[in-house]
């Protein structure tokens, strides 16, 4: 299969299909019958986008309660760890849901695998709810408050390697709007997980003292300000394979994204001063981050049902090379 | 974790999964220029394996030609491929057989440059599909339960009573071939008829092969045999002809399961350059980890801000 004899193939066909073709270069590639090359995803919404809705919130919440309780801001600091365990339980459901055969849950403790990002991230889970729970449960009792504290700074550590490990989860696989997305998501999900944990803490402050909403309301602005700027950088670093986050459903749902958020962010701005602001900045970025993360989730399927995502990455890393 | 746990070439797959002694690693030569299309293997395969049928009693006619399996997947281990299309002839010689009327004769002919070709001659390939059982294997690799694992005959197999269903797998295969099966929820695929090998048997789909097709032994042995083989087939006036999954340097480590094509992989459904997705990990979670430092970061400089 030499390089030549690659690209005389590829002229010849040129010639012989002549010039009706749209302008996009994808025209060319054959394939068989359009079948996809890649099986479709098996996971299904609403499981696995609100998984990674649910443990970017908690880990980030989780970081949330630490820092809160460390600054002797109580009502945040409880609101920040009762989000990080609810949230985590609420995930771990939709990952069993999601399993063929959920019964055999258990299954993912019976190996640590370092290749397997969902294997790493099944400890992770378990060792971050663990933590996030007992934090919540003696906040909210007022059993062993020095364990409770403890767990909740374990589960600052925790909570970020949880709201970015879902990543590479979906990098590592063979979809093309995830795989070669493998430099953004990372980031994107960071801030998009930072803005929904700022968002859960100003709404479980809006009522309170506005000294707890001002550091929910900095965390919304500046993961705001980091989910656009990975959604910004992967729309446009991504070449075709782009245009499975701009079209259809993820398109949708990523423009809709686009609006959201820095309206999120914009009404965060004005939330340490107005308890109205605070909900409406609560609701929006909350809604931004669920869209980001629907939209990221729909990509992929989409770009594996299509073959011309495959063809393309493929011929053009090597021609590179 | 060294490199060649990921990506590259790996000369003893089932050492470096774990076993001490093993058997030699074995695998499969599709010769697809000389396949006719029986699917005698996919009954065999589905025969040996007793492989459900989803659509059970349902005929579904795809219009793929003679192709109305569709796909692998978890009830369809092999799965042959029909092109049945419509090339350019330029002279009458072309189709002239080059060495005494054998097959590759008419795909001479597709080869030929006639730009001013019209209306042609049919082309017709056919190709049996199946688990490459690559050196450096997605599915293994990302498998969170240990379900997936490597044999001592240097293939890939699913243990169904470990698996959970978790569709892993089917996201990470670059080549589209392990599914979980629908109202059993469990990943299946080819286990190269591993209760055959441990007997000495050869897989059913090679044995039921008429044409030789289909042909099993030694990875090392069916390498050089395929290399033969592609000189003739390229000499005999195919020159387009090529071997598909046999170099240990490509994206996957080399395939258990190789082909010899007569046109670009992408016209059969196989991905033109696959590259196995872990080469990528420690990249991955480099920025994994950067990242959540970065949250880390963002939420200190919230909490930082005026204390009023």
């Known amino acids: 299969m030499s390089e030549p004899e690659e690209r005389s193939d590829g002229e010849r066909r040129r010639r012989r299909r002549g010039a009706e073709q749209e302008m996009v270069p994808e025209a060319e590639f054959r394939s068989y019958y359009g079948q996809p090359i890649l099986k479709i995803p098996r996971w299904k919404a609403p499981h696995l986008p609100a998984y990674l809705y649910l443990g970017g919130l908690s880990g980030a919440s989780a970081v949330m309660g630490a820092a809160a309780a460390i600054t002797g801001r109580r009502a945040l600091a409880r609101g920040g760890r009762v989000t990080a365990a609810a949230a985590a339980m609420g995930g771990t459901g939709f990952l069993i849901a999601e399993l ?66 879902a990543a590479v989860l979906l990098a590592d696989t063979a979809v093309p709007a995830w795989h070669e997305a493998y430099r953004h998501l990372p980031f994107l999900f960071a801030g998009s997980a930072m803005a929904s944990a700022g968002a859960a803490g100003l709404a479980a402050t809006a009522l309170g003292s506005a000294r707890d909403r001002g550091p929910a309301a900095r965390m919304g602005v500046l993961g705001a300000a980091i989910e656009l700027a990975a959604a910004h950088d992967l729309e446009h670093s991504l070449g075709l394979t782009a245009e499975a986050y701009r079209l259809g459903e993820a398109g949708q749902l990523m423009r809709a994204a686009r609006w959201l958020t820095p309206a999120g962010a914009i009404a965060a701005v004005a939330a340490p001063r107005s308890r109205a602001a605070a909900l409406a900045a609560a609701g929006l970025l909350t809604a931004g981050a669920l869209t980001t993360r629907w939209g990221v989730f729909k990509a992929g399927p989409a770009s594996a049902a299509d073959p011309k995502y495959v063809i393309a990455s493929q011929r053009s890393t090597r021609s590179q090379s | 974790m060294g490199s060649n746990r990921l990506y590259g070439p790996l000369d003893d797959v089932s050492g470096d999964a774990g076993y001490a002694s093993h058997p030699e690693r074995v695998g499969f030569f599709t ?83 006639g730009a001013d070709g019209e209306g042609g001659a049919t082309r017709w390939l056919m190709a049996s599909d199946v688990c490459k059982h690559c050196t450096h294997a997605a599915c293994l690799d990302v498998c969170p339960t240990g379900a997936l694992v490597r044999t001592e005959f240097g293939t890939v197999i699913v243990q169904p009573d470990v698996c959970n269903g978790c569709a892993y797998c089917v996201s990470a295969c670059p080549f589209g071939v392990i599914d979980r099966r629908e109202g059993d929820g469990r990943a299946w695929k080819c ?44 000499r005999s006036g195919a020159p387009q002809a090529r071997l598909y999954g046999e170099d240990p340097e490509d994206g996957v480590g080399g395939a258990g399961a190789f082909f010899l094509l007569l046109d670009e992989p992408e016209v059969y459904g196989l991905p033109p350059d696959p590259v196995v997705t872990t080469r990528d990990l420690p990249a991955m979670w480099r920025r994994a980890g950067l990242a959540a430092a970065t949250l880390a970061a963002g939420v200190a400089v919230a909490f930082a801000g005026r204390r009023s």
């Open chain 1, 100 to 165: 063929g055969r959920p019964e055999r849950f258990h299954h993912m403790l019976r190996v640590a695998k370092p290749t397997s990002p969902m294997s790493m991230g099944s400890w992770l889970l378990a060792a971050h709810s663990g933590l996030a729970s007992a934090a919540a449960g003696s906040d909210l009792t007022g059993v062993a408050p020095g364990l409770g504290a403890a767990a909740g700074a374990a589960s600052a550590v925790t909570g970020p390697l949880l709201a970015t490990y």
């Open chain 2, 191 to 234: 286990t190269m008829c591993y209760d055959r090998l441990r007997g000495d048997l050869e897989p059913a789909c090679a044995t039921a092969c008429p044409t030789d097709s289909i042909q099993f032994g030694p990875l090392d042995e069916l390498r050089a045999i395929a290399q033969t083989r592609l000189d003739e087939v390229q």
């Open chain 2, 31 to 113: 010769d697809t220029s000389v396949c006719i299309g029986c699917q005698a293997c996919e009954v065999a395969c589905k025969e040996w394996n007793g492989l459900p049928d989803p659509e059970a009693d349902r005929l579904t006619l795809t219009g793929m030609s003679y192709d109305n399996t569709g796909a692998l997947g978890a009830s369809s281990w092999r799965h042959v491929a029909f092109i049945e299309d419509t090339v350019p002839v330029p002279h009458p010689e072309g189709l002239a057989p080059a060495d005494g009327g054998d097959l590759i004769s008419a795909v001479a002919a597709a080869d030929g440059d």
